[in-house]
C-alpha cells in the first residue's frame, strides 16, 4: 500500500511539472503546528510524540522514515531529516487556512485561488505551489467531491 500510494504521488508530481495557476506563500504550508518547510524530523517527535508506527526504507529512492499518526503520516528524508511530505486523512489536523478533510471545493478554492487541476487514476487533485519553489507543492485529493486527503510534499519530480 505504501509502495503504491508513493508511485501515485510520483505520477502526480511528475504530471503536475507546468505551472500552477495560483501560488501560495511558504507561510500555508503548515498542518496544525507542523511547519512544513521548515521542521525536521526530531522536530515532529516533539510536537506530535511518538508515532504510532515508524519505518524506514533506506534502499528508497530517496531514502525515507515513515511516522504514522493517527490521521496523519510524516515521510523524512533519511539525509537531511527534512519533510518530504505530509498525508492527512482525517479531519483533525487543518491547514493554516482552515481547510480539513471533509471540505468543499468552494472553500479550498476560495481560500487558495484557482488551482491547478489533475486527474490521475481517477482521482482528481487541486494543486498549489509555493511562490518560491515550485517542488513544493500543497495538494488536496478531491475525488470524492471534497478534500478526502491534503497532501504537502516536496518531492522533486522524477522522470
Known sequence: MKKQ?????LAVLFFTHSTCSAGIPNEDFLINEIDFINNT???VLVKLGPPKRQTSDEKG??????L???GLRVWTFIDTNKIAFILVDNDQFQTKRGIRVG???YKVIKE???PERQTIKGHRY?????????EKR???DMSEGYVSRIIITSLPNTP
Open 41 to 43: 524530523y526530531e522536530e
Open 5 to 9: 500510494f508513493f508511485l501515485l504521488l
Open 126 to 134: 487541486f494543486i498549489y505551489k509555493t511562490d518560491s519553489s515550485p
Open 68 to 70: 504514522t499518526y493517527p
Open 112 to 114: 487558495y485561488g484557482d
Open 103 to 105: 471540505g468543499t471545493s
Open 138 to 140: 500543497l495538494i488536496f
Open 61 to 66: 529512492e530517496p531514502p525515507l522514515n515513515y
